[in-house]
């Protein structure tokens, strides 16, 4: 599964701007890098009394590490999350989501888009935006 949401995450044009790929876990150490943490899975309720299988809500982090040596900097990398929320925003009104076996995703959303770490010198920053993507499985 989380591979299906890296590889759509990448569908977003201007992530190319930043890495070529998505690191799983982890950040490295270079900077204008992206990593995908799963930080919780959470039971959602079934909307129906008949309805089979279950309801979750899996929960991610998106780190982001790059250059924030000077404002413009950090307002532009600040800029680059709040449109990749809008590119998600945009994904749930055409419905256009990752591809799961034996699941379905029936709502992906993010909030949160902040500074979450900078280095002493501020010369580079993490950012940290949270995905919450709901899942019907077990059908």
């Known amino acids: ?11 977003y044009d201007k992530i190319k701007q930043i890495a ?3 690191h799983t876990e982890e950040l490295p150490d270079d900077t ?7 930080s919780g899975v959470e039971d959602l309720p079934l909307k129906y009394i008949n309805d089979k299988g279950w309801y979750r809500q899996y929960q991610y982090v998106l780190l982001l590490k790059s250059s924030s040596e000077s404002d413009l900097q950090r307002l532009d ?3 680059w999350l709040d449109d990749l929320s809008n590119w998600i925003h945009q994904r749930n009104i055409t419905r ?3 591809k ?3 699941k379905e995703i029936k709502k992906v959303s993010c909030a949160n888009a902040i500074t979450y770490e900078t280095v002493e010198d501020g010369s580079i920053s993490t950012y940290y935006l949270q995905l919450y993507f709901n899942i019907k499985g077990g059908i």
């Open 20 to 22: 070529e790929t998505i």
């Open 1 to 11: 599964m989380d591979k299906s949401i890296n590889e759509w995450l990448l569908q």
């Open 100 to 102: 799961l076996k034996n």
């Open 32 to 38: 204008e890098t992206l990593a995908l943490q799963r």
């Open 96 to 98: 256009d989501y990752p």
């Open 77 to 79: 990398n600040l800029d």
